[in-house]
């Protein structure tokens, strides 16, 4: 299976703390992109990393790629008690007959008390 | 602009009977996507469409039909329901030359009785 894994299942903070999720892949990537789930809603796109890229950031989210271990990383810092949601990684598989398609972990449900 | 949306929002089936979930999207999306989701389980693929008029199987194919007539619409066909297929429907649509980010719908959830 080529289906990301994230780590921790389940991650609960206070607020005002950093939240750390980690994903691990099997494949050759384009890109990874990290995905949100509030509870009993769609998934909203968070932010992606390329392939070719080892750090990005957008507002208090940063990500983390490293190919050679075939991992990445999503860090929130400040967090916030809004942030309480599953948190998916997803990966863009580089070979041709999987074009298309993305690769879902089974997500890490992050839990920020007030 | 209303992005990604699914009719029904909520459905209850008995076993052995038929429905269709429809997903539409407004953006001009190359490819759009049927995934279920399960607790514990994330997203799975059922079948995805790469352009107007083509489909593929995903992950979990069986007891699933689709079909792309046209490039906003992606329908997704219950033959005859069986309780396994008690789950939420999620639909999603990328296009490629935005590195496949995908925009999804908010669900269908479906009870099999």
């Known amino acids: 299976s080529q289906q990301g894994e994230e780590d921790p299942q389940a991650l609960s903070i206070q607020e005002g703390e950093n939240a750390t999720m980690n994903c691990s892949y099997k494949?050759?990537?384009?890109?990874l992109q990290w995905y949100r789930q509030n509870s009993g809603r769609g998934l909203v796109h968070l932010i992606l990393?390329?392939?070719?890229?080892r750090e990005k950031h957008s507002g208090r989210l940063r990500v983390t790629l490293d190919t050679s271990k075939k991992s990445s990383s999503l860090l929130i810092t400040a967090s916030r008690a809004a942030d309480t949601a599953s948190y998916f990684c997803a990966t863009d598989a580089k070979r041709g007959s999987t074009l298309g398609r993305l690769y879902f972990g089974r997500g890490t449900q992050l839990t920020v008390w007030p | 602009n209303a992005g990604v949306t699914q009719t029904p929002k909520f459905r209850v089936l008995k076993t052995g009977q038929s429905m269709t979930l429809l997903c539409a999207q407004d953006m001009n999306h190359e490819y759009m996507y049927w995934y279920r989701q399960d607790p514990g389980m994330g997203l799975r693929l059922i079948h995805y469409?790469?352009?107007?008029?083509?489909?593929a199987k995903g992950e979990v194919p069986d007891g699933y039909n689709v079909s792309r007539l046209k490039k906003q619409n992606f329908l997704l066909g219950l033959e005859s329901a069986a309780p396994s297929q008690t789950s939420v429907y999620f639909c999603?649509?990328?296009?490629?030359?935005?590195?496949?980010?995908?925009?999804f719908g908010p669900g269908t959830r479906l009870t099999v009785l």
């Open positions: 494949t050759s990537i384009n890109n």
């Open positions: 469409s790469v352009g107007e008029g083509t489909t």
């Open positions: 999603a649509s990328s296009n490629r030359e935005y590195d496949n980010e995908q925009f």
């Open positions: 990393i390329r392939s070719n890229e």
